[in-house]
Structures are given as structure tokens and as C-alpha cells.
T-cell receptor, first 114, second 113 residues
Framework: SAVISQKPSRDICQRGTSLTIQCQVD?????MFWYRQQPGQSLTLIAT?????????ESGFVIDKFPISRPNLTFSTLTVSNMSPEDSSIYLC???????????FGSGTQLSVL | DQQVKQNSPSLSVQEGRISILNCDYT??????FLWYKKYPAEGPTFLIS?????DKNEDGRFTVFLNKSAKHLSLHIVPSQPGDSAVYFC????????????FGRGTQLTVWP
């Protein structure tokens, strides 16, 4: 398994502000992933963060809105920029093990935007 | 476009009985299927997976069955315990797109004494 520490665990933010979410893993990993779960919806991949290169974003997600940093093999951040109430979601980071038949998740960040 | 679907938002089962959670998918190219369990205020916890070349995988009280012709999989929990009460997510991915899991919306399982 993997120990993934994510913070903050929750936050309430004002419209137009930005929030940076941190994800720390207990061992080095090549790929880290950021997911979002909107209320009543399934988890959706936002982007893949590789160390030493720019993140790869999924359709519907852009770097200006969700900038990602990956300064080393154990840490990544996701910023939710210029927030609106539609950004209210749970944001989760995850890492794979082995042949990625298992993906492990952090505890998530519950974001509410007023 | 929901490629993985869990059509039952909730399931209630008595302790000791079998829980059967169902999942359907539309993409025949998926290589792996996974089940996750999620408690409130926690991230999803990996439970069990199955390769698309198999039709059954068992781990203790948990068994996953895959019916490729029907594009259907199910998770059986026997016997069910109150601690199993959680939201269960079905997910799938292709080996060509590592880390990109497609999730269902989850089924809330309640196991009552």
C-alpha cells in the first residue's frame, strides 16, 4: 500500500480566491494523479503529474484553472484558481503501485466555495 | 459519457447475509476492473481487482465476478458485517492509460445487525 498525506482536509473559500492542496507520499513514485468528485458524481481524473515535466490534463480541465506542481518524486500540489461555487468538490491525489492494477488515494480535500 | 455505471445508489443487507453490488460498463477495451470502499471523510480504499482475462477473483470475504459478454461485474461480500457499511465504487481502466480510472457513482451499502 501507500501512505498518502493530503492537506488541508477541508476548507471553505470565497469566490474568486485560490486554494492550493498538498499531497505527500511516503515513498518515491513516478506518477501522481489528481481526481475530483463533485457532489453526487463519480470520481473524475483532472490530471497526471510527472516529476520533471508539465502535468497532462484531461479533457475539460486546463492548466490556468488547475495548475499543478511536482517538484520531486514524493510531493505534488494542485491549485484551484479563481474559484466559483461549481468548484465545490472533493479533491483527491492518488498514486499507483506495481502495474497500476491498484491505485491508492489520499484522504481528500473537501472544498466548499461560497 | 458514463463508461462505468452503478445503477443502484443504495443497498441494505442484514448482517451475515450476502451483499451483491453490481456494475455495468460500456467500453470493451478495459483491461482491469477494481472495487473501492469509501468511508465518510476518507479517501477510497482499494478492495479487490480483476483482470479482463479472468472471470472471478476472490480475496477472503470478497469475490468479484466478471461477465465480459454482458459487460457486467459484481462484488459479493459473504458474510456481510456492519463494518462493511460504506460507499462502494466500481472502477475500470486500460493499461494504455495508466492512472486514468473511470468510476461509477457508487453504491451505499448498509449492513444492519
Amino acid at each position: 500500500s501507500a501512505v498518502i498525506s493530503q492537506k488541508p482536509s477541508r476548507d471553505i473559500c470565497q469566490r474568486g480566491t485560490s486554494l492550493t492542496i498538498q499531497c505527500q507520499v511516503d515513498s518515491q513514485v513516478t506518477m501522481m494523479f489528481w481526481y475530483r468528485q463533485q457532489p453526487g458524481q463519480s470520481l473524475t481524473l483532472i490530471a497526471t503529474a510527472n516529476q520533471g515535466s508539465e502535468a497532462t490534463y484531461e479533457s475539460g480541465f486546463v492548466i490556468d484553472k488547475f495548475p499543478i506542481s511536482r517538484p520531486n518524486l514524493t510531493f505534488s500540489t494542485l491549485t484551484v484558481s479563481n474559484m466559483s461555487p461549481e468548484d465545490s468538490s472533493i479533491y483527491l491525489c492518488s498514486v499507483g503501485r506495481g502495474q497500476f492494477e491498484k491505485l491508492f488515494f489520499g484522504s481528500g480535500t473537501q472544498l466548499s466555495v461560497l | 459519457d458514463q463508461q462505468v455505471k452503478q445503477n443502484s445508489p443504495s443497498l441494505s443487507v442484514q448482517e451475515g447475509r450476502i451483499s451483491i453490488l453490481n456494475c455495468d460498463y460500456t467500453n470493451s477495451m478495459f483491461d482491469y476492473f477494481l472495487w473501492y470502499k469509501k468511508y465518510p471523510a476518507e479517501g477510497p480504499t482499494f478492495l479487490i481487482s480483476i483482470s479482463s482475462i479472468k472471470d472471478k477473483n476472490e480475496d477472503g470475504r470478497f469475490t468479484v465476478f466478471l461477465n465480459k459478454s454482458a459487460k457486467h461485474l459484481s462484488l459479493h461480500i459473504v458474510p456481510s458485517q456492519p463494518g462493511d457499511s460504506a460507499v462502494y465504487f466500481c472502477a475500470a481502466f486500460r493499461l494504455t492509460t495508466l492512472g486514468r480510472l473511470y468510476f461509477g457513482r457508487g453504491t451505499q451499502l448498509t449492513v444492519w445487525p
